[in-house]
T-cell receptor, first 116, second 109 residues
Framework: GAVVSQHPSWVICKSGTSVKIECRSL??????MFWYRQFPKQSLMLMAT?????????EQGVEKDKFLINHASLTLSTLTVTSAHPEDSSFYIC????????????FGDGTRLSIL | EDQVTQSPEALRLQEGESSSLNCSYT??????LFWYRQDPGKGPEFLFT???AGEEKEKERLKATLTKKESFLHITAPKPEDSATYLC??????????FGTGTRLQVFP
């Protein structure tokens, strides 16, 4: 399956700061990547689908102006949390889709974001 | 509304004590049911994909089965290293994955 690298692993920053998270597909050219958010003891909730060379598709209730997604190449998608506040503190995880319906998504190791 | 429900929320087993985890789902147009393992502070690790009722997959001490309404993850003679959260997810027509809340498994020596 696809090998997915996510960076940074964790970040602590002050309220109002913008934070960028990178998701790289190391061995697969991914036209589609997914961004999830996971709160403690809760499940993964899809935030948006990142499409290479086009705009991301956001899930209902996710502010596209707050969570900026860029997928400029087949191996890199970035999620920028703009003007982060304590309620944005969460575990953010990306995954790579192969585009084939019979293949699973493969996930990065996540980014723990803590906003003070 | 599409939904995935996992039970139990938490499970404590003695090493060697076999058990099963349940994943019940309601989804229009199932295009696959996936089991993942998630360790604390890590992303989900893929275990199995199931597509049709009656299908079974095995890997070491784990066996996944599927019916039209639910899937089971059977753990035979578990070891402490099997301790993790096990997540079930279904893929619907839009290719999105809908995750359950997971079962936190602890296996004690």
């Amino acid at each position: 399956g696809a090998v997915v690298s996510q960076h940074p692993s964790w970040v602590i920053c002050k309220s109002g700061t913008s934070v960028k998270i990178e998701c790289r597909s190391l061995d697969f050219q991914a036209t589609t990547m997914f961004w999830y958010r996971q709160f403690p003891k809760q499940s993964l909730m899809l935030m948006a689908t990142s499409n290479e060379g086009s705009k991301a598709t956001y899930e209902q209730g996710v502010e596209k102006d707050k969570f900026l997604i860029n997928h400029a190449s087949l191996t890199l998608s970035t999620l920028t949390v703009t003007s982060a506040h304590p309620e944005d503190s969460s575990f953010y995880i990306c995954s790579v889709g192969t585009g084939m319906s019979n293949q699973p998504q493969h996930f990065g190791d996540g980014t723990r974001l803590s906003i003070l | 509304e599409d939904q995935v429900t996992q039970s139990p929320e938490a499970l404590r087993l003695q090493e060697g004590e076999s058990s099963s985890l349940n994943c019940s789902y309601t989804v229009s147009g199932l295009r696959g049911l996936f089991w993942y393992r998630q360790d604390p502070g890590k992303g989900p690790e893929f275990l199995f994909t199931l597509y049709s009722a009656g299908e079974e997959k095995e890997k070491e001490r784990l066996k996944a089965t599927l019916t039209k309404k639910e899937s089971f993850l059977h753990i035979t003679a578990p070891k402490p290293e099997d301790s993790a959260t096990y997540l079930c997810a279904v893929r619907e027509n839009t290719d999105k994955l809908i995750f359950g809340t997971g079962t936190r498994l602890q296996v004690f020596p």
